[in-house]
């Protein structure tokens, strides 16, 4: 079992920069690649960003490249999503999430542990 606890979430405005922290527990967290997903009530939940064990590898997702950044710390079991350049529809809850696979995946039900989410706000 691998725990995952969120934060770091808040109500910014346009334009402002936010950075989400995923503290792990339980296995060893550098056997896991790591996700950010987002999700809309009501909605399905949504690729944001990936990376490998290593961190040699990240995906994002379209709407997000060149503002968000993702990143981990083996050493402090710690993954992080720098969000820059805000805009409203950013506005959702973010999901951290652990896969065994080999491979950095994007499809939410590839994942195998989940946190319980962070909720973010953009302000128009």
């Known amino acids: 079992q691998v725990q995952l606890v969120e934060s770091g979430g808040g109500l910014v405005q346009a334009g402002a920069s936010l950075r989400l922290s995923c503290a792990a527990s339980?296995?060893?967290?550098?056997?896991?690649?790591m996700g950010w997903f987002h999700q809309a009530p009501g909605k399905e939940r949504l690729f944001v960003a990936g990376?490998?064990?290593?961190?040699?590898?990240?995906r994002y997702a379209d709407s997000v490249k060149g503002r968000f950044t993702i990143s981990r710390d083996n050493a402090k079991n710690t993954v992080y999503l720098q969000m820059n350049s805000l805009k409203p529809e950013d506005t959702d809850v973010y999901y951290c999430?652990?896969?065994?696979?080999?491979?950095?995946?994007?499809?939410?039900?590839?994942?195998?542990?989940w946190g319980q989410g962070t909720q973010v706000t953009v302000s128009s």
């Open positions: 339980g296995r060893t967290f550098s056997d896991y690649n």
């Open positions: 990376i490998s064990r290593s961190g040699a590898v990240t």
């Open positions: 999430a652990a896969d065994r696979s080999m491979m950095v995946r994007s499809r939410w039900n590839d994942y195998d542990y």
